[in-house]
Nanobody, 120 residues
Protein backbone atom coordinates (compact mmCIF):
# COMPACT_ATOMS: atom_id res chain seq x y z
CA UNK A 1 0.00 0.00 0.00
CA UNK A 2 0.99 3.64 -0.30
CA UNK A 3 1.76 6.16 2.42
CA UNK A 4 1.06 9.85 1.77
CA UNK A 5 2.59 12.92 3.40
CA UNK A 6 1.46 16.45 2.58
CA UNK A 7 3.55 19.61 2.91
CA UNK A 8 3.52 23.22 1.80
CA UNK A 9 0.67 24.62 3.84
CA UNK A 10 0.91 27.88 5.72
CA UNK A 11 -0.48 31.35 6.27
CA UNK A 12 -0.97 33.58 3.25
CA UNK A 13 -2.82 36.80 2.53
CA UNK A 14 -5.83 36.84 0.27
CA UNK A 15 -4.75 36.95 -3.35
CA UNK A 16 -1.55 35.05 -2.60
CA UNK A 17 -0.37 31.64 -3.71
CA UNK A 18 0.76 28.37 -2.19
CA UNK A 19 1.89 25.08 -3.64
CA UNK A 20 1.04 21.93 -1.76
CA UNK A 21 2.99 18.73 -2.25
CA UNK A 22 2.09 15.15 -1.40
CA UNK A 23 4.93 12.65 -1.25
CA UNK A 24 4.05 9.01 -1.80
CA UNK A 25 6.05 6.08 -0.48
CA UNK A 26 5.66 2.35 -0.06
CA UNK A 27 4.38 1.77 -3.57
CA UNK A 28 4.87 3.71 -6.78
CA UNK A 29 2.35 6.50 -7.12
CA UNK A 30 1.62 5.61 -10.74
CA UNK A 31 -0.55 2.75 -9.49
CA UNK A 32 -3.00 5.30 -8.12
CA UNK A 33 -5.47 7.93 -9.16
CA UNK A 34 -4.93 10.86 -6.81
CA UNK A 35 -6.98 13.66 -5.35
CA UNK A 36 -6.96 16.66 -3.06
CA UNK A 37 -9.65 17.25 -0.46
CA UNK A 38 -10.11 19.88 2.21
CA UNK A 39 -11.96 20.32 5.46
CA UNK A 40 -12.74 23.69 6.94
CA UNK A 41 -13.60 24.13 10.64
CA UNK A 42 -17.11 22.96 11.34
CA UNK A 43 -17.63 21.66 7.81
CA UNK A 44 -17.50 18.30 6.14
CA UNK A 45 -14.54 17.27 4.06
CA UNK A 46 -15.00 18.25 0.42
CA UNK A 47 -13.46 17.31 -2.88
CA UNK A 48 -11.07 19.84 -4.42
CA UNK A 49 -9.36 18.23 -7.41
CA UNK A 50 -8.44 14.87 -8.88
CA UNK A 51 -5.99 13.52 -11.44
CA UNK A 52 -5.80 10.13 -13.07
CA UNK A 53 -2.76 7.92 -12.66
CA UNK A 54 -1.29 9.01 -15.96
CA UNK A 55 -2.44 12.61 -15.68
CA UNK A 56 -4.75 12.61 -18.68
CA UNK A 57 -7.97 13.10 -16.73
CA UNK A 58 -8.32 16.05 -14.34
CA UNK A 59 -11.26 17.51 -12.49
CA UNK A 60 -11.94 20.36 -10.08
CA UNK A 61 -14.71 21.51 -7.85
CA UNK A 62 -16.33 24.65 -9.25
CA UNK A 63 -15.10 26.96 -6.52
CA UNK A 64 -11.41 26.44 -7.42
CA UNK A 65 -11.61 26.25 -11.22
CA UNK A 66 -9.26 28.74 -12.82
CA UNK A 67 -7.36 29.26 -9.56
CA UNK A 68 -6.01 25.83 -8.57
CA UNK A 69 -3.99 23.40 -10.66
CA UNK A 70 -3.44 19.76 -9.80
CA UNK A 71 -0.44 17.96 -11.25
CA UNK A 72 1.73 14.95 -10.60
CA UNK A 73 5.27 13.78 -11.22
CA UNK A 74 5.22 10.00 -11.11
CA UNK A 75 9.00 9.82 -11.42
CA UNK A 76 9.23 11.73 -8.15
CA UNK A 77 6.18 10.02 -6.60
CA UNK A 78 4.80 13.45 -5.83
CA UNK A 79 1.39 15.08 -6.26
CA UNK A 80 0.99 18.86 -6.34
CA UNK A 81 -1.70 21.46 -5.90
CA UNK A 82 -0.82 24.95 -7.10
CA UNK A 83 -3.21 27.40 -5.48
CA UNK A 84 -3.41 30.96 -6.81
CA UNK A 85 -5.69 33.90 -6.02
CA UNK A 86 -6.39 32.42 -2.63
CA UNK A 87 -9.47 33.53 -0.72
CA UNK A 88 -10.33 33.34 2.99
CA UNK A 89 -12.90 30.67 2.08
CA UNK A 90 -10.01 28.43 0.99
CA UNK A 91 -8.88 28.17 4.62
CA UNK A 92 -8.93 24.49 5.54
CA UNK A 93 -6.85 21.43 6.23
CA UNK A 94 -5.89 19.98 2.86
CA UNK A 95 -5.52 16.25 2.38
CA UNK A 96 -4.16 14.22 -0.48
CA UNK A 97 -5.70 10.85 -1.18
CA UNK A 98 -5.16 7.89 -3.46
CA UNK A 99 -7.15 5.01 -4.88
CA UNK A 100 -6.20 2.16 -7.15
CA UNK A 101 -5.99 3.42 -10.73
CA UNK A 102 -9.20 3.12 -12.64
CA UNK A 103 -11.21 2.36 -9.51
CA UNK A 104 -14.62 3.96 -9.27
CA UNK A 105 -14.75 3.50 -5.53
CA UNK A 106 -13.80 5.66 -2.60
CA UNK A 107 -10.29 6.85 -1.89
CA UNK A 108 -8.50 4.32 0.26
CA UNK A 109 -5.32 6.09 1.29
CA UNK A 110 -5.05 9.46 3.01
CA UNK A 111 -2.34 11.75 4.25
CA UNK A 112 -2.38 13.50 7.61
CA UNK A 113 -3.25 16.89 6.14
CA UNK A 114 -1.61 20.29 5.92
CA UNK A 115 -3.17 23.52 7.19
CA UNK A 116 -3.82 26.38 4.78
CA UNK A 117 -4.90 29.67 6.30
CA UNK A 118 -5.83 32.64 4.11
CA UNK A 119 -6.13 35.98 5.86
CA UNK A 120 -8.31 38.78 4.58
Amino acid sequence: QVQLVESGGGLVQAGGSLRLSCAASGRAMNYYDMGWFRQAPGKEREFVAAISWIGTSIGYTDSVKGRFTISRDNAKNTLYLQMNSLKPDDTAVYYCAGKWRGSSGEYDYWGQGTQVTVSS
